[in-house]
């Protein structure tokens, strides 16, 4: 107290200080928890939860002497007397809790105490409230007086709840989030960039190609913060620990060229980017992956807070795959369609390289197989032939089912005699087939011709063809119980 100061300064101070003060006095207080430790208490807290009645005989201890202006304004009240009157409305539910933790402080040997509590309007609203309190000095051995401030911190309290409502809110949708998403920090990567651009790298495209270790070096310098749950399922890993431990399993391979271009595109500018990349689940799987890329609003100068998206699409380019495999494939003998053969035949007709030989192929007697012994038998031939075909004919040359039973083999930059070999393969492969296959014997018709450059591709086709029917009526003719009359093409 100033030695100016005159009590009427002091009683109008405590009236119009902008937080609610109430004086109050708590020698009744302290002489019960004086009692208390004589009758042997060391833990109050311990003691005040053996009966529920003790925090009550504690609590009707404490006497309000006064309390101020913002006080009764606060909880609503038109006077003290009313206050005091219907203080059980005002401290009440959780304000017990609260209460023992101010009672331990004391109990402590503090002169005072600081706690957050709850107390409520007269008319039942709810109150966050700042309790700061001190033993006045002269009163240290009694403590007759008490002073206690009251700050409302209600629309504070509200407000982070609603950060921790809102924050909980955001990580759910993170940690639950039907795609698998990553929070990482690419700050170092934008800084070894930005130093290029400092030492006059203008073109980046032939600085990666040449120097291929900055790629490298940059996805080492990529720090991931978070990833959901989906991305532990889509990895195969036990825990985040696991995955961010192997990331060099997931990411590898393919993944270099990928990122290459993820960086091409940040040095143009390009900070929200989606491409499909191949990754790796930490059991091996190959993992075809859409991607989306983005550097967070608010990150743009320093990239350290980027998302990035990933959707599996590996059942879906497995499916893509398998069409275009049918597209181009027959099912039954697993060789090139008529589809595919047609297109070789237009781009060998254009391109070459020359010379283009062909090889016809028919199956003999697949028509009493499938008069005789049924269509599944005759079906049971043809993927013989086609089992055949596969072994016997490698890159670039290709082998195409045709027809019912006539296949063509395409053998670009390949002469009569590298033709004549392939044929005596396929006959060797045979052998092995029939040898392989008891009962009835695949027999095969072949006749070859080629195209030198400038000649009719289709012309050689024909005359393929022709050649074939010759070879498959001598057959006939040395093995005529294999045909019917009329039913077998000469």
């Not at 009240?77 to 009157?85: C, G, I, P, R, T």
């Not at 009835?440 to 022709?466: K, N, V």
């Amino acid at each position: 107290m100033h030695p100016t100061d005159t009590p009427s300064d002091m009683d109008l101070m405590f009236d119009l200080a902008p937080v609610s003060l109430w004086l109050e006095d708590y020698s009744q207080l302290k002489v019960l928890l004086d009692q208390w430790r004589a009758e042997g208490v060391t833990d109050l807290r311990a003691h005040l939860s053996t009966q529920p009645t003790l925090r009550q005989q504690c609590a009707s201890c404490l006497k309000v002497l006064k309390v101020n202006q913002r006080t009764l304004t606060l909880f609503g009240a038109s006077s003290q007397d009313e206050l005091m009157a219907r203080l059980d409305e005002v401290l009440r539910d959780e304000m017990a809790d609260h209460f023992v933790d101010e009672l331990c402080q004391l109990w402590d040997g503090k002169l005072g105490f600081s706690n957050q509590s709850i107390n409520y309007t007269l008319d039942g609203e709810r109150l966050n409230v700042l309790v700061q309190a001190r033993v006045l000095p002269g009163h240290e051995g009694s403590w007759a007086k008490v002073l206690l401030s009251l700050e409302d911190i209600t629309a504070r309290v509200r407000a982070l709840e609603q950060l921790r409502a809102s924050e909980q809110y955001t990580r759910q949708l993170f940690e639950l989030s039907p795609v698998s998403l990553w929070v990482e920090d690419f700050s170092i990567v934008k800084q070894l960039m930005d130093e290029l651009r400092r030492v006059g790298i203008t073109d980046f495209a032939t600085f990666i190609k040449v120097h291929p270790e900055f790629v490298s070096r940059c996805i080492q310098e990529i720090r991931v913060i978070d990833v959901n749950q989906l991305t532990l399922k889509m990895f195969g890993a036990s825990s985040k620990q696991v995955l961010l431990s192997q990331l060099g399993q997931i990411f590898r391979d393919e993944m270099h060229d990928s990122f290459a271009e993820q960086l091409l595109d940040l040095w143009e500018g390009k900070t929200t980017q989606h491409r499909e990349v191949v990754n790796y689940s930490l059991n091996g799987d190959r993992l075809h992956i859409h991607m989306q890329f983005a550097v967070l609003d608010g990150h743009q100068d320093n990239w350290d807070m980027v998302q990035v998206s990933l959707v599996d699409i590996t059942a879906r380019k497995k499916a893509e795959a398998y069409l275009e495999y049918l597209g181009k494939h027959d099912v039954l003998t697993g060789l090139r369609n008529r589809a595919f053969f047609n297109e070789e035949i237009n781009r060998l007709a254009r391109k070459g390289p020359w010379p283009v030989t062909a090889l016809a192929i028919d199956v003999n007697g697949l028509k009493n197989v499938n008069d005789e012994q049924g269509h599944a038998a005759g079906d049971a031939m043809l993927r013989r032939a086609g089992e055949v075909l596969r072994k016997a004919v490698d890159t670039p040359a290709c082998a195409c089912r045709v027809g019912g039973d006539e296949f063509v083999v395409l053998m670009p930059a390949t002469d009569p005699h590298q033709a004549d070999a392939l044929k005596e393969r396929i006959l060797s492969l045979l052998e092995l087939n029939n040898q392989f296959y008891p009962g009835q014997a695949l027999s095969l018709s072949m006749g070859t011709a080629t195209c030198e450059r400038g000649q009719s591709l289709d012309h050689a086709l024909q005359l393929a063809d022709q050649r074939m029917y010759l070879e498959k009526a001598r057959h006939y003719a040395e093995h005529p119980y294999e045909r019917r009359r009329g039913q077998e093409p000469l």
